[in-house]
């Protein structure tokens, strides 16, 4: 497991996977609504941070 990230389910770890993800095709400064299209708001707040951290990672795998 990622240091400095909680215990997560499979599950779990998808959508922040995929929120990631979605975080990337939108690009830099994305906003909490464009990512409501897509994901709930209990989602948004639950793994945002994680899945900034994640789409940080998949952007620049060298720095992280």
Known sequence: METGMQERT???LKIISS???TMLDLGEGCTE???ANRFTR???KT???EAR????????PIAA
């Open 42 to 44: 209990a989602e948004i």
């Open 47 to 49: 793994y945002s941070e």
């Open 19 to 21: 929120m990631a993800d």
């Open 33 to 35: 609504e464009q990512l």
């Open 10 to 12: 499979q599950d779990e």
């Open 53 to 60: 951290t994640v789409a940080y990672r998949k952007a620049d």
